[in-house]
């Protein structure tokens, strides 16, 4: 019966965070895009400083071994940035020569590292929810509801930044539910080799951690000095600002009820 709690938790987790994510996302105008991005940057860094990085520092042998960790990672997704732009120079026009396509979407390259690193977060998830539900069925549910409820606003990010980098609507939402099936995954592993798989959760939250912080600042904000304006800056720090405080309200909600 565990093993069905936690593959229906998972399944659930899932699904649910991603429909309504995608019920809030996708509702957007294509023209509001540009200005939602500096939301999503808000729910990444949100993520990452006030979720990720905690649990990660937590979790880690040493602070100075998931230091490495998050530094490695910066450099893994800066390198496979590198090779996406390798790809695109050779199969279409480069980038660099093509300024007002350029403009207008990136590629695919933002929404690739999201999803690499939305990956290993929501494996993380599973095995959470894996862990909680060998303790109590009861501390299972809590936790499933918890991680449920943290996922909606960065998933609504995910998807402003998959479409922001030219993805269309149905393949960002195919795109994020086959992330989503690594909480699956994570959920049966945890529950078949739990104590094989919890020396890795550190490592893998700061991998994910290190995805969130690269896409923000090496690939959006830059994007947002494009609009230097008062206005639009102005703009900008409060959707940012408001992207921070979702994951913060979330986050203090979950916890108080937990």
């Known amino acids: 019966m565990t093993l069905v709690w936690i593959t229906a938790a998972t399944v659930a987790g899932g699904v649910l965070s991603v429909v309504a994510a995608a019920a809030l996302a996708l509702s957007a105008r294509i023209s509001w895009i540009p200005i939602l991005i500096s939301y999503a940057v808000g729910t990444l860094l949100g993520a990452v400083f006030l979720e990720l990085l905690p649990q990660a520092f937590e979790r880690a042998e040493s602070l100075e071994s998931m230091a490495l960790t998050i530094l490695a990672g910066i450099l893994l997704f800066f390198v496979l940035e590198k090779l996406v732009l390798w790809r695109h120079c050779h199969v279409e026009q480069c980038e660099a020569h093509d300024p007002p396509l350029a403009a207008h979407h990136d590629h695919g390259r933002s ?5 690499i690193g939305d990956t290993f977060h929501n494996f993380v998830d599973g095995v959470l929810i894996a862990a909680a539900f060998l303790a109590s069925t009861e501390l ?14 960065q998933e609504v990010g995910d998807f402003l930044i998959l479409l922001h980098s030219g993805y269309s609507k149905s393949r960002a939402l195919l795109l994020n539910m086959l992330s989503s099936a690594a909480m699956v995954a994570g959920g049966a592993i945890g529950y078949l ?3 094989d798989v919890q020396h890795w959760i550190a490592s893998l939250l700061g991998l994910a951690a290190a995805s969130m912080l690269y896409v923000s600042v090496a690939d959006l904000i830059p ?6 304006e008062l206005q639009a800056t102005l703009q900008q720090v409060v959707l940012i600002v408001l992207g921070v405080l979702t994951i913060w309200l979330v986050g203090e909600l979950t916890h108080r009820h937990a």
């Open 223 to 228: 994007g947002l000095h494009k609009r230097p």
């Open 111 to 115: 929404g690739m590292m999201i999803i």
């Open 193 to 195: 080799a739990l104590q």
């Open 140 to 153: 299972g549910i809590v936790t499933a509801v918890a991680i449920i409820a943290h996922e909606i606003p």
